[in-house]
C-alpha cells in the first residue's frame, strides 16, 4: 500500500527536522507508542500496542533513517512483528520545503501489513497516518510557538530595564 501526500506545519524547518529526529516527539506521535529507545544514527527500537479488529497486539520493531540531507531529506525504514496479529513493514521518503514562515512535509509511504493486520488493510494504515500527520503538525506547532515566546522573552530582558 503506498501513501503519498503532504503537510503543511506552522513551524521553521529546522523545528521540523529537529522533531523528525526526535525520539521523544516520535514517540508521541506514533499511536500506540509504548517505547522508543535509540538515535537518528543508530536507529531506534520501538514497541507499539494495537489493537487489531478484537486482538490486542504488541509489534516490537525497529527504525532506521538514512539518506540524510539536514533540513531537506530523508528516508525512515522500519519492519515490526505482532505475532498472531501480524506484521508490518516499509519506508518513507520525506522531503522538506519553506513555504512562507511554515514547512511543508512532503512524504511518500511504501507498507506492507500481513497477518490479521492484513484483512484490515488501509483502514489501520490510513487511520495511523492520519493520527500521525495530526500529533506531529501539532507538537512542531508548539515547539515553533515555544521557540518564537523564548526569543521575545530573551529579546525583552536584553532590552530590559534601562535607567538613563
Known sequence: MDLIGSQTIAASKDIVWHAILSPEVLKACVPGCT??????????????????????????????????????????????????????????????????????LHYNVEAKVGGKMAQLGSRIIDSFAKKWRTSFSKICKRRSKDQQQAKTTKQRKRGGSRSW
Open 35 to 104: 517505547e522508543l529507545a535509540g538515535s537518528p544514527e543508530e536507529g531506534f527500537e520501538a514497541t507499539v500496542v494495537q489493537k487489531v479488529g478484537p486482538v490486542k497486539a504488541t509489534f516490537k520493531g525497529t527504525v532506521t533513517l538514512s539518506n540524510m540531507v539536514s533540513q531537506t531529506s530523508l528516508t525512515l525504514t522500519g519492519a515490526g512483528k505482532g505475532g498472531a496479529a501480524g506484521f508490518a513493514k516499509g519506508g518513507a521518503k520525506v522531503h522538506l520545503e519553506t513555504e512562507g514562515d511554515n514547512t511543508v
